[in-house]
């Protein structure tokens, strides 16, 4: 079975400009998570999709948002970059979502960077 | 304001001995645990869980131990190997939205 997959794994953007970040779960998993790391700060939750909804969200403001495809795909966008938003971006998938409890399978990341 | 937290950012251990990894939390609604290790470059991968009705599971080499009344769980590895270096987070759920830790970076030396 494939694993997560994040496109692209590299970006640089400058401050202003506003991005879009994809991840394709593993076949079957229906709920796809976003976190942000950043050095010191360990992972922090964005959002949840299951089945094309957004489920949970974490406290980030409203530049962070994201959509859900019917084929379980996912995109985060962040508009109007920040320095502070230079961080790795993870996508996690898992069948049925972080209401049950079940692990993540989570991709290698999409870093990001803001000059 | 951290609800789960590693103060250890790094521990360094001789492969053969054993790691123990600490995290304490203050949240009391959570109630399930989870272990991730991190490889550079790669997403973080699952490793073991406990869930609060238990106080310990183990998985081969690791094993986790949950103590409520202390609000702490601590991982232990047994015995530890080069290849086991890695950041490990330890992560807390109340159903709804995971909280991590900010990660301790292990050393296992040959």
């Known amino acids: 079975k494939a694993g997560v997959t994040q496109t692209p794994r590299y970006l640089i953007k400058t401050r202003g400009q506003q991005v879009t970040l994809s991840c394709s779960p593993i076949?079957?998993?229906?709920?796809v998570s976003w976190y942000q790391q950043t050095p010191g700060q360990g992972l922090q939750f964005l959002f949840e999709?299951?089945?094309?909804?957004?489920?949970n969200k974490g406290n980030f403001p409203g530049r962070f948002s994201g959509r859900q495809f019917s084929n379980s795909r996912s995109e985060m966008n962040v508009s109007t970059l920040e320095l502070g938003d230079s961080a790795l971006y993870l996508c996690?998938?898992?069948?049925?979502?972080?209401?049950?409890?079940?692990?993540?399978?989570f991709g290698p990341g999409t870093r990001l960077t803001v000059l | 304001d951290q609800q789960v937290k590693q103060n250890s950012p790094s521990l360094s251990v001789q492969e053969g001995r054993i790691s123990i990894l600490n995290c304490d939390y203050t949240?009391?609604?959570?109630?399930?645990f989870l272990w991730y290790k991190k490889y550079p470059a790669e997403g973080p991968t699952f490793l073991i869980s406990?869930?609060?009705?238990?106080d310990k599971n183990e998985d081969g080499r690791f094993t986790v131990f949950l103590n409520k009344s202390a609000k702490h769980l601590s991982l232990h590895i047994v015995p530890s190997q080069p290849g086991d270096s890695a950041v490990y987070f330890c992560?807390?759920?109340?159903?709804?939205?995971?909280?991590f830790g900010r990660g301790t970076s292990l050393i296992v030396h040959p």
């Open positions: 406990i869930s609060s009705i238990k």
């Open positions: 949240n009391s609604m959570f109630d399930y």
């Open positions: 996690a998938s898992s069948s049925t979502g972080t209401q049950s409890y079940n692990e993540q399978f």
């Open positions: 992560a807390a759920s109340d159903g709804y939205i995971p909280t």
């Open positions: 076949s079957g998993h229906r709920s």
């Open positions: 999709y299951f089945s094309e909804t957004q489920r």
